[in-house]
């Protein structure tokens, strides 16, 4: 059985779908900062940074809150390698972090946009995790890019709302 459900675009939310790591891959908070600053520019904010713009991230790491920008500009003609969460996870989550694949590696984990700034400084303050990423939302621009190039969006980059109704209604025919 196959269901589509459409919703028009207007009506359509995508929100930021974050990340948080448990550890740093064995440095400590400088020399992880030390290691950004190579493919990023870092600024420190005085609160939470939510990024307020695409290919930009907010980075919250022993209690202070970071923004980060790419150095070098997203790779042109692959949509899919030019969206925030393939740049972030291509120039830091594996190189740095050394997390190869988010869909199964225990080190990583996903905070829907819906749950806030806080949910981020909460994961990390409480020690649970080392350090968190704040993303832009992906665009519908770019979500029908990736889908008009027969690309496939990376796991957990988009959290769209609303959310449909899960569950399964049966009705028995006699």
């Known amino acids: 059985m196959i269901l589509i459900v459409t919703f028009p675009d207007d009506e359509v939310q995508i929100l930021d779908y974050n990340r948080v790591v448990r550890d740093l891959n064995g440095l ?13 520019t870092i600024e420190p904010c005085a609160a939470a940074h939510k990024p307020d713009t695409a290919r930009q ?3 919250y ?9 790419p150095k070098e500009a997203a790779p042109a003609g692959d949509p899919v390698a ?3 969460i393939s740049l972030l996870t291509d120039r830091l989550l594996g190189p740095v972090l050394g997390i ?5 590696d225990k080190r990583i984990d996903f905070v829907g946009g819906i749950r806030g700034m806080a949910e981020l400084e909460r994961c990390v303050d409480s020690g649970e995790m080392a350090a968190a990423f704040a993303l832009y939302p992906t665009s519908l621009g770019d ?4 889908a008009d190039s027969g690309g496939v969006m990376p796991p957990k980059s988009t959290w769209f709302e609303p959310k449909l109704a899960d569950g399964m209604v049966s009705l028995v025919l006699d």
Not at 28 to 40: E, H, K, W
Not at 100 to 104: N, T, Y
Not at 143 to 146: A, Q, W
């Open 28 to 40: 400590d908070a400088a020399a992880f900062l030390d290691r950004i600053g190579q493919p990023f």
């Open 57 to 59: 991230f907010g980075l």
């Open 61 to 69: 790491l022993d209690g202070a809150w970071y923004r980060l920008q």
């Open 82 to 84: 030019a969206l925030d």
């Open 100 to 104: 190869g694949d988010p869909r199964v």
């Open 143 to 146: 979500l029908m890019s990736v």
